[in-house]
Nanobody, 130 residues
Framework: QVQVVESGGGLVQAGGSLRLSCTAS????????MGWFRQAKGKEREGVSC????????FYADSVKGRFTISRDNAKKTVYLQMHSLQPEDTAMYYC???????????????????????WGQGTQVTVSS
């Protein structure tokens, strides 16, 4: 049974950094697009960052470009989200997904809407204090 498990969330002051990790057991993630989504209270789930199976294609939401970096280690079945310069508006539950449905239009690579994936984690809370 595939399990997607996130870790690395926590409480951090504005301007700080966190690194989220996501491990997918019983899954060969090489062929799967992986992604991070977040949902703040009272808001819809939004795509934060995605990475193709090969790692050659990445997507970042405009709000996190230049601050967040997604990476993957297929041998470890793990995807990471390095987050820098965190702001209170980054506060949310962060979910990892495996087998993210993505779109490719020209040079644009992005998660399909609504967010669709084969497997979802339970989420890890990120709270940024001002």
């Amino acid at each position: 049974q595939v399990q997607v498990v996130e870790s690395g969330g926590g409480l951090v002051q504005a301007g700080g950094s966190l690194r989220l990790s996501c491990t997918a057991s019983e899954l060969t993630i090489d062929h799967y697009a992986m992604g991070w989504f977040r949902q703040a209270k009272g808001k819809e789930r939004e795509g934060v960052s995605c990475i193709s199976g090969s790692g050659r294609l990445t997507f970042y939401a405009d709000s996190v470009k230049g601050r967040f970096t997604i990476s993957r280690d297929n041998a470890k079945k793990t995807v990471y989200l390095q987050m820098h310069s965190l702001q209170p508006e980054d506060t949310a539950m962060y979910y990892c997904a495996a087998g993210v449905k993505t779109e490719l239009a020209g040079n644009s690579y992005y998660p399909a809407r609504p967010a669709t994936a084969d497997y979802w984690g339970q989420g890890t809370q990120v709270t940024v204090s001002s």
